[in-house]
Structure formats: structure tokens, C-alpha cells
């Protein structure tokens, strides 16, 4: 199956710096990358999503970028808030049932 | 309405036991899924089933088998509970095709001791 790999697994900002996180994968076949958030002691919920055909997208803060060259895709939150710590996983998806997880990053965001 | 709903919220049992954890959705979805969420978090997808048949079965030890009586559940039951266990267990949905988000439940936490 799949293999998805997220980068760093915890990361602490201070509030109004940016955060990154990283993803990259290994099926070709992959063509589906939603991020999800998960707040504690609840489900994990899509925040944003790319498709293959799409190298960025952008929703208020956030912003997604893909590079499908090199099975890698990327998470960026602007002007970071405390309402924003959480663990955040990215996931790969293709055209069958296949639907992987990265191994997640908490993200602390410090007021 | 909740999309998709998984009980028992909370489960406690001793090792040895069998146990049984429900999932539905009402999203009209074609594919449901299982994952085990330990306590470092990483989301290990367990079994994935689209219109009640069996598509991945991620090397789960066979004390664990799914049961898809239609497509709108899919239930999970676990014989002989270990330890190792204990963990959230999350359900999820989505439709078959590309580029569709899945759905998750509210999670079950089971705890074996």
C-alpha cells in the first residue's frame, strides 16, 4: 500500500509566526492529499484538500502546495493562533479505496 | 443528523473478552473504513470495505473481523482482547471515485484491562 511520511511530528510556534508541515508519498498512483485536524479527544475533520492537477490552494490561512514530480505536498498555516494546536495529519488517496494517513504533528501554538 | 456514528463511545473490558464496536452512516457513501489510533496518535487504517466486500485488510491479526451487513455499516468485532488493544478506534466513510473526503465518527476508546 501507500507509504506517507509527515514532518516534524510535535512543532511549537509562537502565536502570529507561520507553521509548515510536510508530507511526501510514495504510490505515483496518488492523486487526492486532504489534511486533517484533529483537536483532542475528537475526530479528525478535513481542513483542506488538493487534487493532482492542482499545485496550490489556498482557504484564509492555510494554504496547501503539491509537487507531484516529487511525491511531496505541504501544510502552511499563516498568522497561527492558539485555537490552531492540534495534531494535523495529511493523507494520500487514489482512484480505489486506498486512503493513507502521514503519522501526524502536534502542533502547539503558544500565546 | 450525525453522519456518521459509532457505539459504544467508551468501552472497558477485561483481557479475554469479546467485544463489538457499531458503526452507520448516513451519507449514502460506498466505501467505510476502520483505523486504530494509539496513543502516539498515527491513524492505522485496519480494514476498508466498499459495498460490503472486504478491499484492504492491513495485517490485522484475525482475532478482528469486520462485518459489513449492508453498506451503511460496517461493525468490528474483536475476540479474545489483548492489552495492546487499547486504543481509539475510528470509523470513517467516503465515496468510491477520486478525490472525496472521508467522513469519521466520533471514535470508540477501548480500553482492556
Known amino acids: 500500500g501507500e507509504n506517507v511520511e509527515q514532518h516534524p511530528s510535535t512543532l511549537s510556534v509562537q502565536e502570529g509566526d507561520s507553521a509548515v508541515i510536510k508530507c511526501t508519498y510514495s504510490?505515483?498512483?496518488?492523486?487526492?492529499f486532504p489534511w486533517y485536524k484533529q483537536e483532542l479527544g475528537k475526530r479528525p475533520q478535513l481542513i483542506i484538500d488538493?487534487?493532482?492537477?492542482?499545485g496550490e490552494k489556498k482557504d484564509q490561512r492555510i494554504a496547501v502546495t503539491l509537487n507531484k514530480t516529487a511525491k511531496h505536498f505541504s501544510l502552511h498555516i499563516t498568522e497561527t493562533q492558539p485555537e490552531d494546536s492540534a495534531v494535523y495529519f495529511c493523507?494520500?488517496?487514489?482512484?480505489?479505496?486506498?486512503?493513507?494517513f502521514g503519522t501526524g504533528t502536534s502542533l502547539t501554538v503558544i500565546p | 443528523d450525525t453522519a456518521v456514528s459509532q457505539t459504544p463511545k467508551y468501552l472497558v473490558t477485561q483481557m479475554g473478552n469479546d467485544k463489538s464496536i457499531k458503526c452507520e452512516q448516513n451519507?449514502?457513501?460506498?466505501?467505510m473504513y476502520w483505523y486504530k489510533q494509539d496513543s502516539k496518535k498515527f491513524l492505522k487504517i485496519m480494514f476498508s470495505?466498499?459495498?460490503?466486500?472486504?478491499?484492504i485488510n492491513e495485517t490485522v491479526p484475525n482475532r478482528f473481523s469486520p462485518k459489513s451487513p449492508d453498506k451503511a455499516h460496517l461493525n468490528l468485532h474483536i475476540n479474545s482482547l489483548e492489552l495492546g488493544d487499547s486504543a481509539v478506534y475510528f470509523c470513517?466513510?467516503?465515496?468510491?471515485?477520486?478525490?472525496?473526503?472521508?467522513?469519521f465518527g466520533q471514535g470508540t476508546r477501548l480500553t482492556v484491562v
Open positions: 504510490d505515483s498512483a496518488s492523486n487526492y
Open positions: 488538493i487534487r493532482s492537477n492542482v
Open positions: 470495505y466498499n459495498n460490503k466486500e472486504l478491499i
Open positions: 451519507l449514502g457513501h460506498d466505501t
Open positions: 470513517a466513510s467516503r465515496d468510491t471515485g477520486p478525490n472525496t473526503e472521508a467522513f
Open positions: 493523507a494520500a488517496s487514489n482512484t480505489g479505496n486506498q486512503f493513507y
